[in-house]
Structures are given as structure tokens and as C-alpha cells.
Nanobody, 115 residues
Framework: QVQIVESGGGLVQPGGSLRLSCAAS????????MGWYRQAPGRQRELVAD???????NYADSVKGRFTISRDSAKSTVYLQMNSLKPEDTAVYYC?????????WGQGTQVTVSS
């Protein structure tokens, strides 16, 4: 079992930045992958970015060049640095962790981009 706790969401103006944090209850290097999905009202949940145990990362086309996923294994935490935010980035952002026994999800953190 892995507990996931997200933080860092909020309200930001277009063009602004936020950093989301995702803390896991176990060593993240023992997990196959961790990452972020988001879900906007009336839309399906979509992958934003993820990072794999070997260090490779993957991004949705819509966030490439604006978002950066990183990790601090000593803190068992994954970060999502979001720059140049757009109104269409508004969503609930969910962190996930992929372990041998399955996937684990956080409760989500709201990101609202609005003037």
C-alpha cells in the first residue's frame, strides 16, 4: 500500500507559475513510475507527465516546454513545475504511483488559471 498526498494547487493568473508536490509513503525509487493526471469539468482524466524509475520522463503534448516533472528520492516526493499557465490548464490534478501491486492515487489538488 502507498499513500499519496498532493499539495501546491491554487489560483494563478494566466502566464503564472505553480509547483505541485506529491509525497509518497515509501521510497519512490521502488515504484515503477509516478506522475500526474488532470481532469477538467466535463472532460476525461488525461495524463500530464510521468517519471519512471530509471529517470526518464514523459509529457503530454499540451504541456511540453511549459511543465517539468522532477523527483527528490530522499524526500519521496515528485514535483510538477508548471510555467506559462493557461486557462485551459484549469483542472483537478491527481498524482499517481505505480507499484507492483497496482496503482495508487492521491485525492487531487485544484489548479485554477484565471484573471
Amino acid at each position: 500500500q502507498v499513500q499519496i498526498v498532493e499539495s501546491g494547487g491554487g489560483l494563478v493568473q494566466p502566464g503564472g507559475s505553480l509547483r505541485l508536490s506529491c509525497a509518497a509513503s515509501r521510497n519512490i525509487l521502488s515504484l515503477s513510475a509516478m506522475g500526474w493526471y488532470r481532469q477538467a469539468p466535463g472532460r476525461q482524466r488525461e495524463l500530464v507527465a510521468d517519471i519512471f524509475s530509471g529517470g526518464n520522463s514523459n509529457y503530454a503534448d499540451s504541456v511540453k516546454g511549459r511543465f517539468t516533472i522532477s523527483r527528490d528520492s530522499a524526500k519521496s516526493t515528485v514535483y510538477l513545475q508548471m510555467n506559462s499557465l493557461k486557462p485551459e490548464d484549469t483542472a483537478v490534478y491527481y498524482c499517481y504511483a505505480q507499484g507492483l501491486a497496482g496503482d495508487y492515487w492521491g485525492q487531487g489538488t485544484q489548479v485554477t488559471v484565471s484573471s
